[in-house]
Each structure stands twice: as structure tokens, then as C-alpha cells.
């Protein structure tokens, strides 16, 4: 795989923009090739050339040239990540190192957020800053205009003189030049018109040019409006009748008031001949009176049947009434609000006579006030038209064959024209007339509640979501179309639904149901906190659930705050390995047996140290790998100290991904619990069912103080603030020099100090750099307690020999990440290459993609890798030098005091806490950052004297073990832990 993106790359390097189109042009010099690559790894298996490959294909396939944030983060927007991603889209919009294509899709995205929750004012400044409308994109979009056209509108609907009018005329100049003979536009012209312009005249002359009727006020001196449109009557027309029988049904509920409208608007339909089937679901209202008195009335080519339901069972059990009793060829669907152009069914009759393999057909539709005020709750790449999914008119056959509609709350519609796909193929069903409105769907100024369980944003991770995936599911079983058969009423569910969409509590989980099913009808698994936890994937643009259930859950990932995946395959290591069952799968099973408990899914274990009368601590860990790097290795440090200091402590992690640390921790403390929780991000806030897990630890264990051991963490503070627990914040980071911890919190550096002394009682830094920074910037206290290590084995090492007729080895030891230093590493490599090729230097680290792309790319002959070494002294022993090139100002420096102790001098770059534990010329070398050619020499001079290399060597153990000891740390822990006392 790898090989093939080099070649790819390559190929790419080496050949210019092909082609004159300026288009061409314009977007190669967008184009990011090994982005490209890395995004669609199939482009770089095939060893394609990127840009042809884009140029020709991708960009037909909806691929992206390069990398757009707000694109992913807008993504995870809509699945639940809000609170953090907004703030992400906020920091973007005026960063100005980002591109002009990502700032303006990130006010995009901000724009549709706020017009879902009518923050009409909000929508404005997003769009318009500094009064002038963005018209940016790529492609281009009139999605801000119409956003902006509805936003002005919506505040002017009570001020004739309206503020924003000018803001409202960029909106229509841009769309009038830009896209200028749309549906959209002639809308917001429509809009624009509110409250006494003509409505109707920018979209009659819309659909005239498409040769379809125009339209008029039903009632001549009134106003146009949704209940009062008909045909233009000064239109003549061929009006006549023939053909197959429609079968129209109306579902009824309490629609006293629209049904004139409807009715009005079926009964002149043009060209066909109509059966109209209204099925009351026991209105409670005078709906049944409307429509018989609209039976004395109806056109001789348009029949109406009224069908009565004596209780009330829902919209889709009313279609099937219809459905059961419609004699037509061809039956379709009209609520009970909306109104319908009188050319709509005729069109979508037509398509299907012509098209011999059409099973169904579909017409496009728009939003619209009472008063015509033209809209779209959340705007795609449709705008404010799109396929609506009520007008599907269906062959006959297709019902014989495929049955009818599953008698859910909501979106069985979408489900049963998926299922018409599925049976019959892409292309089975036809959208007659894109983007031209042929219906009005109703809607009310005052949207349903965004809290709603069943709102339309739940197709994006809630109950719409998984009820659609889990009708894919069944859909993609079928073996012919009369598999996908639907009986009216079935004595079992074909697939499962989420149980808040079910109509009655008889349709119970079926017994035959699948992991993945229980899983979805179950509240274990939490989109928005998946992607808040799992800060990776808010750039993945993945479905969360899929990529738990595919990938996640493997990974050891955990589904929601109530549930560990790795501490529960811990408990239960032996069932699970006989069951061949995933974690979150025997747990379900154990629910349903009501097997399971709260210390199952989230567990404790005792541990090896007696309780004694000194005060309990719950020390917080941030993460748990499968290799221990300086986060493991601390917090068994400050657990060491602590039991030297004689606390009890109680171990928190957020995970359980390795046995072998987790018996070093059971060993030093009263009791180890898990529970699932991430890291603090700039706008996220403390998940409450978190907080309570940790809130039930603290008062079973009584626990005193709560100590986390990075200032990433916030339920655990949360937890003990409600407790009216002290905190200690234990800060290992520089935030004004760590550019990637500022981006993974989405967080300045300022932001995160102040929020760290907002949130503690106490903050200990791990260095006087760190110190330096925190100081000052807030009330809370700062005390210093130094970094130590597991120095034994280290001191136990003999100073380096050196022989003539080996080499000098200098060692980095480091997680070989690219801020480690690792393109500094080869540049002193090549510098020695030739000029002292007696000095090898090696990589001692996990093989991360950044290292393994160095060593498949010619790496210089004097850089090896001596692989992942677990115990640091097993790696120092091989080497007589030590160097630390990080990129990053490290706030204290692991490896350089592993090296001390070791007897090893130390080469580094002068920045960081790095000069704290170096002191120049006595036990390393200090180099300015980025100097390679410095670095070189110190090598080389260390290379050429064993004196020298000793000197430095010995100096450096001894400041070790006289600063740095085990002992320090718990002095200095001591005197920090009084001070919170006195606090």
C-alpha cells in the first residue's frame, strides 16, 4: 500500500497541470495529491495518478480535491457533536492560515445551524459580515443566499420598512445573476414580495417557461396564499381525460381546516382520471363533514370515497387502508395540508406510461407558510426544492408485489421507496421534473420542537437513522422482490425499528432479533458522545454507529457513557472467549436475561493495598495504551508517591487496554474502577450520566481529594465539584508551545490556562517552565512537584565503552511521532553520513506511519531502527549518546532524565523545561532549535573522546538522583498537598 502512494506520488510530482481549461487550472492548483491518496486509499492501491485520476473520475464521484475541515466538522454537527464542533467551525471562520473555501463552507455550516434553530439574527451576521453577503464555494452554491433571503424575511414579516432590505437585494442580485433560472430563485423573488408585493409573479413566470399552468388567487380579491391558489383560468389548455385510474389517498386527522385546499387542488388535477380515497383516523374534529359535503361536488372525472377509522392508529396504517381498498392502476399519496400544482399527477403519470421499467414515480416539492413564505428546514445540495417523498405514486403491481407500508411513527415512506429500489433496481424510481415545485407542502412559522425523539435531524444518528439502516439491512437480504413483501398486518417485524417509533407496545423485540439489532434498539450506544470521546473521528465523516460496530468496538472502543468495552471484556475475558460474543453484545444478552449490572458494564476492582487512616485520593488517568509511554509511566510515579506519603488512593481510567498495567496499579492502590470518559474540548461540556458514574465513586470510597494527572480531563473535576471535593490539576504541558494539543482541544493556549484555573483547587506542574506559564494567570495555586522515574535498573548500568571498532551509537528514544523530531533525526544522519561514519544513530520507538515512511524512502546508511523496547534501560544499554530533538517544547523530558540516570549525555534542542535538567557543557549539550548542523557536532565531539562522554555521563546521573528522585517527588507532593489543606 504504501509503495503504491509513493509511486502515485511521484508520478504526480513529476508532471504539470495537463490541459489550457482555466476550470482545470484553477482547481489543480487546489488540487492536494497526497491528501488525496491518503484519503482514498483505493486511488493509491491502483497506483493512479492523483490528479487524472480526480480530474477524470473523482470529482464525478463526489470526491474532494483536498482536505475542507468545516466539511468534516459539519459532518459531525448533525450527529450529535455539536457543542464541540461549533466551536471548532467558530475558531475557522477567522482563522486566516486557513483557505478561503474552508472559512466560507464553515460559515455555511454555521448558517444552517442557526436557520434549524430560527436564529434569524445569527444567520444574518454568519452570512453577511461587514453587510456583504459571502459568495464563495466551490461549487458554486445559492444555499447562503436563500439562507440570507429567508433569515431578512422572517425578521421583516411585521416591518414594511425593513432594515435589512439591502442585505435582501445582494441576496436576489447574487441569485438572479448567478443562478437565473431556478426554482430558488424565482422563490426568494416570491419572498421578497412579503407582505404586499406580488407573490406569484416571479414564479409564474418560473413555471410558464417550463410550459406548465400558472397560477392565481382562488379568491380574486384576497391576497394569494396556500389556501388560496387554483390555475389560471385565462389559460386554455387540452383539458381532456383518458388513460388508467389514479387511486389518490388522503390520509385525514383533525385537517378541517386545509382539506377545502387539498381537495380543491386534486379535483383540478389536469388530464387525469382521479379516485380519491380520504381515510379519516377518527378526527375529533368536523373533517368527516368536509368531505362529504365535498363528494356532491366533485368533477365528473374525480370520485371520492370516505373511509372511517374508529380509533386512531397512525399515518402509515391509514395509507394501507387506502391502499387495501384503491381500484386504480396506479395509487399515490397526498396529505392532508398540502397543495398540489394541478399538473403534478399528471406528470408523474406520464413518466411511468413512458418508461416501461419505471415501477414508481416522484415529484419535487418546497416548504411554504400559510402565507407563501418559501423555505427548507436544513439546506442540502438540493436547495429549497427537493424529492417529495409523499408523492409517491406506485404501480400496482408494486404493491402486489412488495405489499404495503410498515405501520411505524414516521419514515416508512422513506423505507418503502428504498424498498422499491432494492426489488427492482437504481432507476426503479423516477423524479419527475427536478427542481421545479409541483407541490406546497404546509408548514407552520413556529417549527416542531428541535427536542422532538422523531424529528428529522434524527436521520442523521436518533431514531430515523437507525430504523432506516436497519430496513437497509433487510432490504439487502432479499434474494427476488417477493421477499421484501409487507402484509398489512404482520404477526412479526420484518426488521427491527427502534421501540420509540412502534405504535403499540404487542410489537415486542422478536426473539430472532441480531446483535447489531439489539444494539440499535437499545440506549447503550450515544452518537454524539462517540464523537465527542473520540476525537479522531469528528474528521472522519463517518456514521458513528457503523464505525463502532465495523471498526470501534474492535478497537476497544466504548459505545456510550454507561457502558466500557475493554473493562468489561476484562471481567468477563473467559465467557467472552467461549461465547466468540463482542463485549457489548453479551452484555445485551445479559440485560434481556436481567443478568446485568451497573459494576458489569462499568467495573471496579479491589486492589492490594490496606486501607489506612490517612485521607483517600481518586487519581485520575488520562489514557491507558498498550505500551507505556510517559502518561502511564507518571501516574505510577504519583501513585508511588502517594503511597509513600501513606494516602489511600483509588485509581480511575478511562479504559482497561492493558492487564499488564493494570496489575501494576492493583498493587499500589485500594481500589482500580473504569469508567468511560475523554478528554476536556473547547465547548464541550461534562456528559451528566458521566459525572454520576464518578459521583457514585466518590461516595462509596469517601474519597478526599480528587487528583487527575493532566489538565485534559473534565468529569472527574465536574464529579468533584458537585461533591464539594478539592481538585488537583497535575500539569504535565507547555499549551503555548504545543500547537497539536491546542488543535486536538480546539483550544488557544490562553483558553486552556484559564480554564485549568477555573477548574482546580490546586494546580502542580511538573516543571519550572510549567510553573512559569500557569502563574499569574488565575487565583488558583501552583507548586511545583519534578518528573522522577523508575531509576534502578537505569543507575544499575555501567557507564558506555567505547572501541574504535565499533560504532558510536546515539539513541532517540521517543514515540517516533513527527514531532518527535524525526525529519531532524535524518537531516543530522545525513550530515554524519559521510563525515563520520563511525556514529550510528537509533530509533528506539512503536513503528509509527511517519517512521515507516522514512525507512521505505533511502534512508541514510547511519540511521537504523532498533524497534519498541519496553524497558527503557534495555534500550540506554545499547547506546553511549543520547538525543532529544522534539518539535514541540516539552514540558518536562522523560527521555533526557532516563538518559541521566543511565550515564548517558544528552543532546538537545534549548527550549522547553530541557534546560532544567541540562546544564550546558556539564552533563549534555543545549543546541538552538532546529540547528541539525549543532547537533552533528556535539555528536561527533562526543564520538571522539570517552573521557568526555564519562564526564558528561556521570554529572548527569548525579543530578538525577539529587533532583529527580523518588523521593523528591513525595517531598514535593507533600508540601503541595498541605498547601491544598490549608486552601
Known sequence: MLASLTRAWRRWRHKSASGTNPEERAVHARFDPEWYLTKYPDVAAAGLDPWQHYWHHGRFENRLPRRNRALEWDHALWRGAENVVLSRLGVLVNDQEASEEERFTARLAFARWYRWKEQWEDVIKILAPQGVLIEGGAPLTPNPALLLVEACCRLSLDDCESAHQGLLDQALTFLERAFPDTADTALAKANAQHPQGDVLQALNRFYARRGLQTLTPFEPALAPSLDNLTANATETDDTSVTGALVSVIVPVYNAQAALDTVLRGLCAQRGVRLEILAVDDASEDESVAVLERWQACCPSHVSLVVLRHESNQG???????????ASGAFITVHDSDDWSHPEKLCQQLVVLKENASAKASLSHWVRATPELLFHRWRLDEYGWVYPNISSLMIRREVLETLGFWDEVKVNADTEYRERIEAAYGAGSVVEVLP??????????????????????????????????EAARQWHRQAQAPSDLYLPRNPSARSFQAPVAMLRTLSEALNASLSDEQRLRASSLFDPGWYLERYIDLQSAMIEPFDHFCTVGAGEGRDPGPDFSTTGYARRFQQALSESGLAAWAHYLRAVEDDRARLDDALPIWEGERAHVGRPTVMLCAHQVGATLFGAERSLLDVLDALNTLAYNVVVLLPEAGNAAYEAMLLARCKALAVVPYGWWQQGKHPHPKTVAHIGRLLARFAIDVVHVNTLVLDEPLAAAREANIPTVVHVRELPAFDRALCQTLGATPEQIVERTHAVSDM????????????????????RIVPNTITMAPLLALLPPKMDAEEPFRVGMLSSNL??????DIVRVARGLENDAPHIRLELFGPLSPALTYILHHSPPANLH???????????LKLVHAVVNLSHFQESFGRTVLEAMAASRPVVAYAWGALPELIIEGENGYLVPFGDTEAVAECLLRLSLSHDLCCRLGNAGRQRATEHYSAARLAQALRKSYDVLDAV
Not at 517552565?769 to 488565575?778: C, D, L, P, S, T
Not at 513527527?818 to 525529519?823: E, F, I, T, V, W
Request: without cysteine; charged residues 10%.
Open 435 to 468: 427542481g421545479v415545485p409541483l407541490s406546497f407542502g404546509r408548514s407552520s412559522l413556529n417549527s416542531l420542537s428541535q427536542q422532538s425523539a422523531s424529528h428529522v435531524v434524527s436521520q442523521f444518528g436518533g431514531m430515523r437513522y437507525h430504523y432506516m
Open 865 to 875: 531502527y532498533g524497534g519498541y523496547i519496553a524497558d527503557p534501560s534495555e534500550a
Open 315 to 325: 399515518a402509515y396504517a391509514v395509507r394501507n387502508t387506502g391502499a387495501a381498498h
Open 818 to 823: 513527527p514531532k518527535k523530531g524525526l525529519d
Open 763 to 782: 494546580i502542580i506542574a511538573n516543571s519550572e517552565a510549567v510553573a512559569q506559564a500557569f502563574q499569574g494567570r488565575g487565583s488558583t495555586p501552583v
